[in-house]
Each structure stands twice: as C-alpha cells, then as structure tokens.
C-alpha cells in the first residue's frame, strides 16, 4: 500500500515445485494449528503459455499510434487462442485434478489459468503439504502451508504458479540500518542531552506537529508522562520551538505550545507538540525543553530537514492546476474506471455521498462493487482512491474492486486482480493500483516466476485496450524502508515494482507551491529569490524539499529501457551530471515513473470527517481519473480508448512539450525505517525533460486532450 494516512507511512508466493520453484519461508507469521481438512479454498493455477512474442508484438502494434492497428485491440478469446496451451495440456492438469475428486474448476476466458476450488484435505493430497493456520502481528489469519509444494511431472511442464498453497504473504519486518543508509536523527547542540525529535511534519494547513522524546537532565529517558521526567527529576515543565527561514529574512520565531504526551512502544515518554507554520515557505525547526525551576531552555535539537506547509487539495484544487475546465463531467457511460483494493482495503457509500456534498462536486454515476466491501470498517487508502479517482472524473461508472484471499490477511496480490479483470466480458477501461513492492523481493516472496508472469498479464489487459495505473511508492529512489516490501540498504538502488514494468504506467507525487523553479532555492549571493508572490506550481514529494516522506522513482534492475522512452532517457543520463554512481543503478534499464501527480494534502472523508492524506497513492487514482476524461473525449468522438498509454505519451511529449508541465525541484534519495526518516547518499534530482523523479510531468489537460483527439 503507498499511502501516508495522517502522519505514518500505510503503505503475496508460490514455491517450490519438482522443476525447481523455490519457497519464501514463514515471512514473519506464527504458525497455529493443523487446519481442518474440511475447511473450503480456492487454488489459482497459471498455465504456461505459447507464442509470447507474437503477445508482445501485439501489444506494441496496438498501442503506438504510428502502428496501422493502433487502438485495434483484441477480445480475450482472440488471446487466448494465441497463448493459451494445447488443449490437451490443459485438459491433463484437470484430469490430474479430477482423480483427487476436484470438479470444481473454472477455466478463464484466455484458458491460460485455472482456478479450483477445493477442501484443506484435498490440497494437502494434490500437493503433497501440511496445511496450517497462520496468525501475524496484527492478528490475522492465513491458511497456507511453510513447505514447497509439489507436482508431479507429467503436469509440471504445464504449470507456471500456484498460487494459494504455499505463498505467505509478507509481514513488514522491523529492519536494522544496514549498508549506508542513514537513519536521521535530531544533533543535540553542543551534545547536551535536550531531546530527540522523531518528526516534524505540516498538514492540511498552517498547522505543524513535532514529536519527540524529552531527554532528562541525567541524560535518561523518561517512562512517566504527566509530566515527563518524575522518575528522573527535575521534571519536564515546558517546549520551546523554534522556526526560521532563510527565504523571508524575518527572523526566527519562538513557539510556547501545550504538551501532549504518551508512553510509545518502547516504555518511554514520547511528546507531540503543535505550532504555526506560514504557508510554502520552507522552515528550520528547533526543539528544546524546560525544566522544573529553570528560566531558560536547554540547548537547542535540530531537525535535519527543511519543513514546508501548504494549503488543503480538493479536486476542484487540481482541476485548476492542471487546465481542467469547471463542470467537465463524464458523458459516454463506456468511460469506464477502476481501483484495485487489496489488505481489507473497504470504501464507505456515506463517506464517498459526504465528499460529493461537502466538496460541491455533482456525481450521479454508479459505483459496483466486485468483491468483499465493509462498510462499517472503511479503509483511508480505498476512501482515497475511489473519492479522487470519481472527484477527478465525475460521472464515470466506476468499479471497486476488492481482492479476497483464504484469509483474514488480505495480500498485494496484484496478479490475482490481473486476471478477474481480464476475465470480465466488459472490464473497465482505465485502473489505478495503488500497491506494490521493491522489485528484487517480488519472486523471493510471492515465488519464482511473479514478476515475470505479471508482465506478461499487464501485456494481455493492454491487448485488451485496459489502461494500468500505479503508484510509484513513497520512499524514494531506492525503495527504502524495511523488509520485505522495501529495503534496507543503499548499495543498490532497489526499484519499486510493478513501478517498474515497461507494460503500465508509474506515476509519482509533487505537491503545490510557488516555489517552484530551482532559482527559488538558490542563495541570495547567486542570484536566488522569494518565490513567495509566484504563481502556485509543483515539485516532487520528497523530505529534502520539507515534506514527510519522498515519491519514488528510479530503474529496474530487470527490465530494459523500452523504446518509447529511449531517447527521453538518454537526454537525461548524458546530461546529468549529478546521478548516482554507477554501480547503484541500471542506467540501460526501465525508467520510471513516467508522469506525476498531486500527492501531498488531499482532504479526504473517512468516518465522517475529513483528514488529509497524503502518498503516490494519490497521485495515481488522480491522474487515472484524467486519462479517463480522455478516454471520454475519445469515445465520444468515434474512437478507440487510449490502453496503454506510454508509446503515445511519450510521442506526443516529444511533438508537443507542452502537454506536460515540467517539475524541475525535488530529490528522491530518503525514505525510512521503522517510520524513522533515513537518506542513501544519493538518489535522482528533477530536472528539465523525463527524469527519474518527475518522469515528464504533470499533465495539461487541454493540450493533452486535443493530442489525443488526433490520434487514430
């Protein structure tokens, strides 16, 4: 999940099989109990497919819009009758199955995947492993099994994945630092013990928090709250805060606020404290601590990173920023969109009724529901997606798409959603996933062959016509953060998948500012000037342009450079004379993300109120409800939906530059670690052109929208 609710980070495996697949290990979960024979599951199992050239050839052919058969897509059975196996292949795994007593079995229209369903007992035979019920931190549950599964022969050399025996999902892990990244920490001045400050962070506003925990004067920390430091007096009395700025040349500004303190997971004291920011004006911010009986603080704790407020996003906020006329509504009922919810992500009716109505947005289009959907336990990442992705394109009927597991745990199963939408007779036309995982962990804990059978899928929704979505991720250039969805170290910027995939289109974050040109952020001595009275732009999400976290972006260690981004990427490596060194990235490899979108401030109704949220997990149902809009202005126009949208993205930016706006600040080398802020040594700078923070910008609506128009 790439979402930051309020102010932390919200961000599945197959195994061995006789051939040699390979099993991920427990991941993290307890094992419980035997689980009852009795009990009833479902077991996906892909096939392996033919003729993957001609699928690729395909997808080229029907998404460059220089191909004769542009926007000339094909049905799944089309597909299938391209790669799907013989039918004796197929017909051999359902006899195999049907001699343990296994009738239920439904075949997918492109007949290159199998989904039998099946009691615990059965499964255990079929696949030769004790089954189990697993129990996680959180308390949830899974069946699955810890041993490889396995085939016999005469049915492995059809068989690419099973999904559902044993693939434990990952369970983040608490990681030590490892390699050179650096987890932040606040310098207490002159190496007084003052305090530790945790994070500084602005939302939704004027309104900044710092928490931190106090340091007593023994240089202890403190288990006791009210007020902290009673178990090692004197006590803590008071917080002075401290907020300057090099850009208003007005001073610093002290803060006296009230504390507001816990006891947090370690056993010690950890306060919260709430301040007045100006608006886009970075700001140095400074902690420190009274005393019982003391007139003075003690020294000063600085935060290492710059802090920055800005003002609530609402839809109509990005309309007008990216060139959207007032009251553009949805008007052909075959523009069609998506979000993809995993991790018992539900979305509230009510809280999506309450957005419409309290953000003066008129939206009469139906929602469906496919899948599990709580309503009285709703998610801040689906109430995200599916307001901004309708608030974006009123009027779209949009799907809410919740995957289901044989469990209480719910996994970033991306491959399953792959093929329920490209079983659908009539699936919609554009989809925003909002999951994912560092690149190199995918097939070491969702099983061998993952990543390489999901690109192949994503191959078969654009052969389709579908257009993918999906958020780059929100720690940075190297996936930073803790296993097994990111990684710990910087020796190699590790990329977020299925950012990553030459076959969807990655989207990244910027928030809004009028400081938005690198001359904002020169000294004065060399010419730099207050941006302040500017026009409100855009940079990349990132800690060290005064954020909270950093928008992913960067290259795969796997796949290559795809054509249509060729010489975007070359412009960029020949240029740039700040990358990372050479032996921390795949400069021959897949850039991304490829375009950008608002992430920072979206006020979202969740359980009655509104909050804002912040992650690439708005930026993609944002941008999505865009390409939807030209998907509407397309249809309704006699043509073809737009599908895979990179080749002809990337064409018309290189013909019409100014169907992007081009983000030239941010710096995505930090992420975190254990919600701790931690920085490699390098990452990649927004610049001019594609870059691998900014990929080629946010969109402009009414030139992209004629672009389009003239496509085939």
Not at 128 to 134: K, Q
Not at 185 to 208: E, M
Not at 261 to 277: K, R, S
Not at 627 to 648: C, E, H, Q, V, Y
Request: net charge negative.
């Amino acid at each position: 999940m790439k979402t930051i609710l309020h102010t932390i980070l919200l961000f599945g495996l197959i195994a061995e099989v006789l051939a040699g697949h390979h099993h991920s290990g427990v991941n993290n979960w307890q094992r419980l109990n035997r689980e009852d024979p009795e009990t009833q599951i479902k077991v996906k199992i892909a096939l392996k497919q033919r003729n993957l050239d001609k699928l690729e050839a395909t997808f080229w052919s029907v998404s460059d819009p220089d191909s004769p058969s542009y926007g000339k897509y094909l049905t799944a059975e089309q597909i299938g009758d391209m790669i799907a196996p013989a039918q004796e292949c197929i017909d051999q795994v359902k006899q195999w199955l049907n001699e343990y007593g296994v009738t239920e079995i439904d075949e997918v229209r492109t007949r290159d995947l199998l989904v039998a369903k099946m009691s615990v007992g059965l499964a255990e035979k079929i696949f030769a492993v004790p089954m189990y019920r697993h129990v996680n931190a959180k308390g949830r549950h899974m069946i699955r099994s810890t041993e490889s599964y396995h085939l016999p022969s005469h049915v492995s050399q059809h068989i690419d994945l099973v999904l559902g025996i044993s693939d434990l999902p990952p369970t983040p892990l608490k990681a030590a630092n490892g390699g050179s990244a650096t987890p932040i920490r606040s310098p207490n001045v002159d190496g007084v013990p003052s305090v530790n400050i945790v994070r500084v962070l602005a939302r939704g506003g004027t309104k900044a928090e710092v928490s931190f925990i106090p340091i007593c004067r023994n240089g202890m920390t403190s288990g006791t709250t009210n007020p902290p430091c009673m178990d090692h007096p004197p006590e803590v009395q008071g917080v002075t805060i401290q907020t300057s700025s090099w850009v208003n040349h007005d001073g610093t500004k002290g803060h006296s606020p009230q504390l507001n303190c816990h006891v947090n997971d370690q056993g010690t004291a950890q306060c919260n404290a709430f301040f007045e920011l100006p608006l886009y004006v970075e700001q140095q911010v400074n902690v420190s601590i009274f005393y019982d009986g003391q007139d003075s603080p003690q020294p000063f704790a600085s935060w290492p990173f710059p802090v920055v407020a800005t003002a609530p996003i609402l839809p109509q906020s990005i309309a007008q920023l990216y060139g959207i006329p007032r009251n553009t509504y949805v008007l052909n009922p075959n523009a069609t969109q998506c979000v993809g919810e995993f991790e018992q992500q539900y979305y509230s009716p009510s809280d999506l009724e309450m957005f419409f109505e309290y953000t003066g947005i008129y939206n009469g289009a139906p929602v469906t529901v496919i899948g599990p959907n709580n309503i009285t336990n709703p998610g801040g990442e689906a109430n995200l997606d599916i307001q901004y992705i309708m608030g974006m394109a009123p009027g779209s009927p949009t799907v809410f798409w919740s995957i289901a597991a044989n469990s209480t745990e719910e996994i970033d199963d991306i491959l399953t959603w792959s093929f329920a939408i490209g079983n659908m007779t009539n699936p919609p036309l554009v989809s925003s996933l909002s999951y994912g995982m560092s690149e190199n962990n995918v097939d070491t804990y969702l099983g061998l062959g993952y990543l390489a059978r999901s690109d192949v899928e994503f191959q078969k929704l654009a052969n389709l016509g579908l257009t993918v979505i999906i958020a780059d991720g929100d720690t940075g250039a190297g996936d930073l953060g803790a296993l097994p969805m990111s990684n710990p170290t910087c020796e190699v910027l590790h990329p977020d998948w299925p950012s990553q995939s030459p076959y969807v289109t990655a989207v990244g974050s910027t928030f809004v500012t009028p400081f938005a040109e690198p001359i904002c952020y020169l000294p004065e001595s060399q010419g730099g000037i207050n941006c302040r009275e500017n026009p409100l732009g855009e940079i990349t999400v990132s800690m060290d342009n005064g954020l909270f976290w950093t928008s992913g972006g960067g290259f795969s260690n796997v796949q290559p450079r795809p054509g249509y981004q060729n010489s975007f990427v070359q412009s960029y490596l020949s240029k740039n004379d700040s990358l990372p060194p050479a032996y921390a990235f795949n400069s021959s490899g897949r850039g991304y993300p490829d375009f950008v979108a608002v992430g920072h401030n979206l006020m979202v109704a969740l359980s009655g109120t509104f909050i804002p949220v912040d992650g690439t997990s708005a930026s993609a149902p944002i941008f999505a409800g865009i390409i939807t809009l030209l998907n509407d202005a397309r249809i309704s126009a006699g043509k073809s939906p737009l599908g895979f949208l990179n080749p002809a993205m990337y064409k018309i930016a290189a013909s019409t530059p100014s169907a992007f706006y081009d983000v030239t600040v941010g710096y995505n080398r930090c992420g975190s670690i254990d919600w701790q802020p931690a920085c490699c040594p390098f990452g990649y700078h927004a610049t001019q052109g594609w870059d691998a923070a900014s990929g080629l910008g946010s969109p402009n609506f009414a030139v992209l929208k004629q672009a389009v128009l003239a496509l085939n």
